[in-house]
């Protein structure tokens, strides 16, 4: 059963310590992506990567890092220096088809709350 | 500055009717658009795709249409069914693969 799969679903943390979300996917596709939702807001782009071992920055990287050292794996790390770590936290991953079709399949999302 | 715009924050459509959603761009050198569907706390649900070679794609009840002169695509629903109420996002992915979001269209049918 192929997918994206983000944990933990809900997420606490205090102001100033480091979290690292999970994502994983099986559907063997080389683009992931990390955006966050604010109430009232579109999906802001965090990061994204095309390759294994390499990813580039999105519209609203500062205070943000990630690593993809493995093909289904996408890990964002939220530090201290973001200064409004709370939102609601997407992963995706995406494929082009014989150069036709492209799509774009999103994980069920963690909602951060940092107090 | 926005590249992708959506400029009816909501819309209301009558059960059977035809939803039209709208959707502007800016950059003329993005390669694929895309409609997703949304529930709250939950992620984006992929609709349809077209290519900037295409003008129309057609799926089941969802029609996409571009227009690159004016840059405008619509997506059209029909017909339209209660469990099509959610927001909608349009997306634009550059030959990067960056992918960027408008804000939404929040879609309400009407019984």
């Known amino acids: 059963d192929g997918g994206i799969t983000q944990s933990p679903k809900y997420l606490f943390r205090k102001e100033g310590q480091n979290v690292t979300l999970s994502c994983e996917q099986n559907l063997n596709h080389d683009a992931m992506y990390w955006y966050r939702q604010d109430p009232g807001q579109g999906l802001r782009l965090i990061y994204y990567?095309?390759?294994?071992?390499?990813?580039q920055k999105g519209d609203i990287a500062e205070g943000y890092s990630v690593s993809r050292e493995k093909k289904e794996s996408f890990p964002l790390t939220v530090t201290s220096a973001q200064k409004n770590p709370t939102a609601f936290y997407l992963c995706?991953?995406?494929?082009?088809?014989?150069?036709?079709?492209?799509?774009?399949?999103f994980g069920p999302g963690t909602r951060l709350t940092v107090t | 500055d926005q590249q992708v715009k959506q400029n009816s924050p909501s819309l209301s459509v009558q059960e059977g009717r035809i939803s039209i959603l709208n959707c502007d761009y800016t950059n003329s050198m993005f390669d694929y658009f895309l409609w997703y569907k949304k529930y709250p706390a939950e992620g984006p649900t992929f609709l349809i795709s077209i290519s900037s070679i295409k003008d129309k794609n057609e799926d089941g009840r969802f029609t996409v249409f571009l227009n690159k002169s004016a840059k405008h695509l619509s997506l059209h629903i029909v017909p339209s069914q209660p469990g099509d109420s959610a927001v909608y996002f349009c997306a634009a992915r550059g030959r990067d693969d960056k992918i960027i979001f408008g804000k939404g269209t929040r879609l309400h049918i009407l019984p």
């Open positions: 990567s095309q390759i294994v071992n390499d990813f």
């Open positions: 995706a991953s995406s494929i082009r088809w014989q150069g036709k079709r492209y799509e774009q399949y």
